[in-house]
């Protein structure tokens, strides 16, 4: 037999050759680039850091001045943003995902149909779509400031974003957190005390009305009782601005809106087929055990479907969070458009600036992956 | 017993009293007349062989004494409850009422034991450590104690046939349905079923069984009913049902499956 007839030496010949070729064109990229920085007296390596960036960022959650600020501010201002919108969005999208799905299942008609073309409509339109709709057809077509739509609580609703009371704790206040956290911490210790306890005895407790009451009342009891500790610095309308209170700006919430809005479309596909993987004789068996439907829901329907949903649920979380980049388009100031944008604009090293973003989309999409992956192990199935 | 059905249609045993009477019971799926005035009484302790080709009814029958399935006309009684649309009723029938599926129907996310004590502790509030004797009780008479601590998806479909007996036992049920237990098993599995349910037939156990094991019928059924197009066709003892057949259409359903 001639030795290019064994399998393994083809093998052993084709990836060898493979990795030549792919380490030439990575040497020839590499020596170009340089080449082509050196030619164009561009500067390379992390030294733009700490100079001063010298622009303006709308909205920061830590300090952050246009005079004073490095362009490594400007880039964690641009991660906290980008964190902050892909966190509450993660939230809100779940929570309107498993409603949208299940209602989606639901017998009422005019319900499921509701749920049903929200998806179908959501799901179909392109997201950046959807983005420039939100700013620029919903919440830059607000009224302007004079005109500003009153809402509850005394908040207002202009072109300018929502501006809401913001909440100045007094004296007091501290006792109020902790008579929140205790209540915290003793619901969990009712929980653990009432399995224990339906273990031994077989008595069931009602483990939610019990945790609601303990979530509202030791909190508000105290907070009466300290004569209400929580001012609001509410906003006023003037002739030509509103002053005090806090402001969420159009670009943060229209990014939010698009994003929630048009993940929980595609989550709300996820719950639905997880619900439905589990089979009708699933609940026939329930059933016939005299389990009722509530107690059939929670102790074989979610426990089955959750392990459905996870997998798909990682990657819309993902989705979300790199989807987040598109910000640029509305003007919100996240990792993406302050950092590929503003910052790589101004320095040019546009190879260390969209190397350092990617790795940290990376860092967050494969942290998110971990975490899920992690609990998705603990909920397998265990097969053979 | 007060309704006049035909001879056949009433209880072998007549000493026993009532565990099921259907009355004029008729199903409907949309136009698909699926039951067709059904009449028929089991007594406590009686063991009913139900057979009959695919789509007769048979499995939409015993559906309907445990209301996984809803009659639209007639009347079930079931260990003397009536079923109506009263929630309170169907949950104390089903808690009489146990119920074997062709398909097992395990809860693949649950453990052995954790299968057969989930009821008892949530439906009879029972203590876990007494309901994990029990389930260790029943999981022992099924021959399989030493797999209480794997998964459905770890055993074989004959075991998890078993199983799925010993869950139902679990909750000392005092009428046992079973709907096709062996057709979705592989046949060298199907005798420890068989087994598993003679056992159970020869202790009083009261039985429904949808199968077309014909040696099963012989061997513990006090009566075999044969179905078709909805309607009950015959009902005998297993001698004279197997040795003369009173209807044509039961002897050719006999003749496609004695080979």
Wanted: hydrophobic share 45%; net charge positive; proline share 5%.
């Amino acid at each position: 037999m001639s030795p290019w007839n064994d399998p393994r030496v083809r093998s052993f010949v084709f990836q060898g050759f493979l990795i030549l070729v792919i380490g030439f064109l990575i040497y020839e990229a590499v020596d170009n680039a340089s080449d082509n920085l050196r030619r164009q007296r561009i500067a390379t390596g992390l030294g733009f850091w700490d100079s001063p960036a010298g622009f303006p960022i709308s909205q920061s959650m830590i300090f952050y001045s246009e005079t004073s600020s490095s362009y490594g501010d400007a880039f964690l201002v641009g991660l906290l943003n980008t964190l902050l919108v892909a966190a509450i969005g993660i939230v809100l999208a779940t929570v309107l995902g498993f409603t949208v799905g299940i209602a989606r299942l639901s017998k009422n008609i005019l319900v499921a149909g509701i749920a049903r073309w929200y998806i179908e409509i959501i799901r179909n339109l392109p997201l950046l779509l959807q983005l420039l709709f939100w700013y620029n057809a919903v919440l830059k077509a607000l009224p302007g400031v004079r005109e500003s739509a009153a809402l509850p609580f005394s908040s207002f609703l202009n072109n300018r974003g929502l501006f809401m009371p913001k909440p100045l704790p007094g004296a007091g206040f501290d006792y109020v957190l902790i008579a929140f956290f205790v209540a915290v911490a003793a619901a969990i210790g009712f929980r653990i005390w009432a399995r224990r306890r339906q273990e031994r005895t077989g008595l069931q407790a009602p483990v939610g009305s019990v945790t609601l009451a303990l979530l509202i009342l030791p909190a508000s009891l105290v907070y009466v009782a300290l004569g209400g500790p929580l001012t609001f610095d509410v906003p006023t309308a003037g002739r030509f601005n509103i002053t005090g209170g806090m402001v969420l700006q159009p670009e943060f919430l229209a990014l939010l809106f698009g994003l929630v809005i048009y993940t929980a479309a595609f989550i709300a596909e996820v719950v639905r087929a997880g619900i439905l993987a589990v089979s009708r004789g699933q609940t026939e068996a329930a059933f016939a055990l005299g389990l009722r439907p509530n107690l059939t829901t929670k102790l074989v329907i979610v426990p089955q479907a959750m392990r459905v949903i996870i997998p798909p649920l990682t990657s819309q979380y993902l989705n979300l969070t790199k989807n987040s980049s598109l910000a640029v388009f509305v003007g919100y100031p996240d990792l993406a458009n302050v950092f590929t944008g503003t910052v790589l604009n101004q320095t040019g090293q546009a190879i260390e600036v969209v190397g350092i973003t990617m790795l940290v989309y990376l860092t967050i999409s494969l942290g998110t992956s971990a975490l899920m992956n992690w609990y998705n192990s603990r909920k397998a199935l265990v097969e053979r | 017993m007060t309704n006049t059905a035909p001879a056949g249609l009433k209880p072998a045993k007549l000493t026993h009293e009532t565990a099921i009477e259907m009355i004029g019971v008729n199903k409907w799926y949309g136009e698909f007349h699926v039951l067709r005035d059904i009449d028929l009484t089991i007594a406590r302790g009686e063991r009913v062989v139900v057979c009959g080709p695919s789509g007769s009814g048979k499995s939409t029958l015993i559906r309907c004494v445990n209301r996984l399935e809803e009659h639209q006309k007639g009347r079930i009684i079931v260990d003397g409850v009536e079923l109506t649309n009263d929630l309170k009723r169907i949950d104390e029938i089903r808690r009489e009422v146990g119920m074997v599926f062709q398909h097992f129907n395990l809860f693949p996310h649950l453990t052995i034991l954790e299968n057969c004590t989930l009821a008892p502790i949530w439906v009879k509030k029972m203590p876990k450590k007494d309901a994990e004797e029990v389930a260790m009780h029943y999981l022992t008479r099924v021959k399989i104690p030493e797999q209480a601590l794997k998964y459905p998806g770890q055993l074989s479909g004959g075991q998890q046939q078993r199983v799925a007996i010993a869950r139902s036992l679990c909750m000392s049920p005092k009428i046992m349905l079973f709907d096709e237990p062996t057709s979705a098993l592989d046949p060298e599995m199907v005798k420890e079923v068989l087994d598993t349910m003679v056992a159970l037939a020869e202790e009083g156990m009261t039985m429904i069984c949808v199968t077309h094991e014909m040696g099963f019928a012989r061997q513990v059924a006090d009566r075999v009913i044969f179905m078709d197009q909805g309607q009950i066709v015959e009902a005998n003892t297993p001698d004279e049902f197997f040795r003369d057949p009173r209807h044509e259409r039961t002897r050719l359903f006999l003749s496609q499956i004695l080979h």
